[in-house]
């Protein structure tokens, strides 16, 4: 015999070859402060950025925060791989170097940035009142006008960036660049900050802030195949727990020395042998307005795919074309479209990004799941979906849990009665807040009529059917002049 507890098994393959917390998203990546393994909620951006900061993790939640108007929760992760900085290239005829250094040398630079000084007004530096105006996306965007003091340093505001001039010669026009990239999260292991460790936290977060459980997890970084195993086995782990959770991540962006096919088969390679049914994997790169800084950076697809899931129910695909173009998205690194019929990513279970003919702007390809083939969850929107339908029969059985039913006399089943309230009762809740909400087609409880209860302990088995929606995703038609009208 067991204790009293309601267990629930997803089935997969059944069709073939809201909630307020079914949008609630949680994000997890460095900052720039704030205690590391925290969590906490958040609607007001200024809340968010006085109590973690700057840096890639903040800037995603700030632009789930403003694309979706949903409340965030916010975790900071542990950083596993150090910032650094580039060196910097000068277009000019002054003789000023410019040092790149940190505000505070204890402290990571805050995020990755194209950072672009011009000299406006010019003179010596130290001696004479010399000007210069900063960017943080190489001038797509302005930081506006800066004195350089005799200190001959500016710290930029937002980002630990550090400049030092020397004392020499700065000319009108001169122009210096440099980049800087962020520190990357940890990923797999038990410690505070660990990506996977959060997720494990998240039921606890939930039992500390009011039943509060976040549906879709937003990874601020990018991830291997070895990672996102193990961070789908701490996916599967929750569920056990009875809380239902998809997240979205990214494989690695395409690297500067290699060709974007010499990229798409380096990660479809790694992830060829990947099942992973509760990650979304995005691949390529999106130019995204930060609203922290108010610069444009370069971030993995996340970002867009993310704050597109969040601003919607859980049954809309996130492709749907008439949901509008992906808002502050600039430009991306790899089109979808662009491919052709060559080998693309989309194919190898990528959510990418991609334009189309006659629309301005990019949208999102297909809401891949990492899924086997043959799976019923090939589109996130299913397992979104089939997330939601967990938490409410969860929740309708566990008011069950211990009940009393009246049993048919000579076989012990349940009488017959009594298994249609329980149905009914179950079907209500489906059809109020699955059906009629446009979350699936149809949706059905059925009750066992054969367990025998009258055995201590025995289990019921309990089934519930969903038919989900379609989606039209191959839509071909003929056109042609006829007399026949």
Known sequence: MTAPRVVLSVIDGGLGAAQSTDRLLAVFGCSSQGTIGSMEQFSD????????????????????????????????????????????????????????????????????????????KGGTAGTD???????????????????VPTARQIDIPKTNIRLTFSAASLVAGDVYTFDTTAARST????A????????????????ANG????????????????????IEAALEALSVGQEFVRLYTSARPKDDAETTAEWIADISN????????????????????????????WRTSTWARAARA????????????????????????????????????????????????????YFVTNPRLMSPPGSDYAYTQYGRVMDKVCRLTYSYFLDRLSQSVQLTPGSGVIAEADAQKIEQGMDAILRAQIVATGNATAAKCTVSRTDNLSVPGAPFHVQVAVLPLGYLKDIQIELFFTTNI
Not at 129 to 146: E, F
Not at 278 to 292: E, K, T
Not at 313 to 329: F, T, Y
Request: aromatic share 6%; net charge negative; glycine share 12%.
């Open 187 to 190: 990923d797999t292991g038990t």
């Open 211 to 230: 039943g509060v459980y976040a549906s879709i997890i937003a990874d601020a970084d990018y991830r291997d195949a070895a990672a996102v195993s193990d």
């Open 45 to 120: 951006p200024a809340s968010l950025i006085s109590t973690y900061g700057y840096g890639p993790g903040v800037s995603l939640a700030l632009h789930v925060l403003k694309v979706s108007g949903q409340p965030v929760i916010f975790g900071r992760a542990s950083e596993g791989e150090n910032s650094a900085a580039s060196a910097v290239t000068h277009d000019g005829s002054g003789l000023s170097v410019l040092t790149v250094g940190k505000t505070d040398a204890g402290k990571q630079y805050f995020d990755s940035h194209s950072v672009r000084v011009e000299v406006t």
């Open 270 to 297: 790694d992830f060829s042998a990947t099942d992973a049914i509760r990650c979304d994997v995005g691949a390529g790169q999106a130019y995204v307005l930060d609203p922290g800084t108010g610069a444009y950076v």
């Open 192 to 207: 505070d900050g660990d990506v996977t460790a959060m997720i494990a936290g998240l039921q606890a977060y939930a039992s």
């Open 129 to 147: 009142i010399c000007r210069v105006t900063l960017s943080l996306d190489n001038g797509v965007t302005s930081l506006g006008s800066y004195a």
């Open 310 to 361: 969040a601003s919607t129910e859980v049954h809309i695909d996130s492709a749907w074309v008439a949901l509008g173009s992906l808002p502050d998205v600039r430009s991306i690194d790899y089109d979808e479209r662009a491919r052709g019929e060559v080998p693309s990513l989309d194919n190898e279970r990528f959510s990418t990004l991609t334009s189309h003919v006659g629309r301005t702007g």
